[in-house]
């Protein structure tokens, strides 16, 4: 079965503190790999696709990489406009997207 | 551009009655998709429209019907809603069918069925 798990559920971080996020997956066919951030209240926002291993992209405090079974976001430095649950989904073959839970970042100046 | 535009914002309804959830998209896209958002379980896909005339089944599709009206246009129908259906529902739009096609997300509808 295909699954997407990410870790922590949630993560508290004062406003300078980094740390990364987990995106782990266990599918039958990796086609891209999709972070995105969600607000409260609001759709998810894109952030980045990964397709292959050993892949990084990085935009302002973040940065995705992707292994054959995860993906990490690193936060360098958050501020507290960076607050906001971060999704992960994988594309199947098919043309399914799967998404993990998500994780609920909170920056505290 | 609007982007992706979802009606109504809020619902409320009562075991077994129907209602259809608007989802329009001013971008030209070519996919669209219907998600449901509960707490802890992430988005699960409902059903998609991969082009204009098509649509399939996703991971929970059961309860639900799906309309590809136009390009712009894809609504979602809740034939006889169960509380198991209160959810917040996000409609979605994708260039196309390429992996790097990323998707963009409307506003959402909260629904809430006594």
């Known amino acids: 079965e295909d699954q997407v798990t990410q870790s922590p559920e949630a993560l508290r971080l004062q406003e300078g503190e980094s740390s990364s996020l987990n995106c782990s997956y266990t599918v039958s066919g990796l086609r891209g790999l999709f972070w995105y951030r969600q607000d409260p209240g609001k759709g998810p926002e894109f952030l980045f696709t990964l397709y292959s291993a050993g892949e990084e992209k990085e935009k302002e405090r973040l940065k995705a990489t992707l292994t054959k079974k995860e993906s990490f976001l690193h936060i360098t430095a958050p501020k507290p406009e960076d607050s906001a649950t971060y999704l992960c989904?994988?594309?199947?073959?098919?043309?399914?997207?799967?998404f993990g839970p998500g994780t609920r970042l909170s920056v505290l100046p | 551009n609007a982007g992706v535009t979802q009606t109504p914002k809020f619902q409320v309804l009562k075991t077994g009655q129907s209602m259809t959830l608007q989802c329009a998209q001013d971008m030209n896209h070519n996919s669209m998709y219907w998600y449901r958002q509960d707490p802890g379980m992430g988005l699960r896909l409902i059903y998609y429209?991969?082009?204009?005339?098509?649509?399939d089944k996703g991971e929970v599709p059961n309860g639900y019907n799906v309309s590809r009206l136009n390009k712009r246009e894809f609504s979602l129908r809740l034939e006889s809603a169960a509380p198991s259906q209160t959810s917040v529902y996000f409609c979605a739009s994708r260039p196309g069918l390429r992996s790097y096609n990323e998707q963009f997300f409307g506003p959402g509808t909260r629904l809430t069925v006594l």
């Open positions: 429209s991969a082009s204009e005339g098509t649509t």
């Open positions: 989904a994988v594309l199947l073959p098919g043309q399914n997207f799967v």
